[in-house]
């Protein structure tokens, strides 16, 4: 078991005001993070990011010279900061100017101005991820789960995928199909004990997986925890009468997902 705290958390802050750098700056410092390194713009953000391999890049939204969506794919694309996590800071509050973002696999979202209690929620969620404290199951051996991982995103799924690892699971024992068909293929000749789903999908989606799971499979008990980027209380309960045991939002909270694992496991 791998422990991380925040104070040890190296961060590279790309943000082309002078002021907010300032102001952003001094809030981290409050967390007691002190190894912070900063840029102004995006090209000389990615060269950093590159060279530093921080544990979380925070960024803003826009750049002269492009924006932070590029700055992610970046990022992500260099096997050597495939551990590097990201934060959105912005003033962007249109759901679909903010759906890429939801769906690269950001850590985290945060407004200008953010309060503070949002800033140390998605420093936690960070050392989550990059920390591996495994699942704490009392009467299961969480190396031994049998996962079905269902997402249309290649990209989606292998964050997803990186968070059950940090969780103990074995990846070896984690199954993925592309959507709810593939899906139900996997479940007529494989036993799982958790499905983990996208709500959104081509051909069958996350709810008609779901109803096929309750009504049709051979494990119609089968825990279902659905993944959505507009995860909120009129989805939870359309999901619940499709059978769905939990809803989790777009981008996962490490302790959420550890919470609400938990509890369909034990159930």
Same mark, same amino acid.
């Given at each position: 078991m791998e422990h991380v705290s925040i104070d040890q958390l190296s961060i590279l802050l790309i943000e082309p005001s002078c002021a907010q750098?300032? $102001?952003?700056?001094n809030q981290l410092m409050e967390e007691g993070i002190h190894s912070i390194k900063t840029a102004g713009d995006l090209t000389t953000g990615k060269q950093l990011a590159e060279q530093l391999k921080p544990d979380l890049v925070v960024s803003a939204m826009?750049?002269?010279?492009g924006t932070a969506l590029e700055l992610v794919a970046h #990022?992500?694309?260099?096997?050597a900061c495939e551990e590097t996590q990201f934060m959105l800071i912005s003033s962007e509050i249109r759901k679909e100017q903010l759906e890429a973002y939801r769906q690269s696999g950001v850590v985290a979202i945060l407004p200008k101005p953010f309060e503070l209690s949002h800033l140390h929620s998605a420093l936690l969620s960070t050392v989550d991820l990059l920390g591996h404290d495994e699942l704490d199951l009392d009467y299961l051996d969480v190396t031994e789960l049998r996962v079905l991982l269902v997402d249309d995103s290649?990209?989606?799924?292998k964050i997803i995928r990186?968070?059950? !690892?940090?969780?103990?699971? !074995?990846? !070896? !024992? $984690?199954?993925e199909a592309q959507d709810g068909k593939e899906a139900i293929g996997l479940l007529q000749t494989h036993e799982f004990d958790l #499905? $983990?789903?996208d709500y959104n999908m081509p051909l069958v989606d996350g709810l008609m997986l779901a109803k096929y799971i309750r009504q049709y499979s051979q494990q119609p008990m089968l825990p279902i925890l659905m #993944?959505?980027?507009d995860a909120n209380e009129s989805h939870l309960s359309n999901v619940a009468r499709h059978g769905v045991n939990a809803l989790c939002d777009k981008p996962f909270e490490p302790q959420l997902v550890r919470r609400l694992l938990k509890?369909?496991?034990e159930e």
């Open positions: 750098r300032k $102001i952003i700056m826009h750049f002269a010279d #990022v992500k694309s260099h096997s290649g990209l989606s799924r990186r968070t059950l !690892n940090t969780l103990g699971m !074995n990846d !070896n !024992n $984690i199954i #499905v $983990i789903t #993944v959505s980027s509890q369909l496991l």
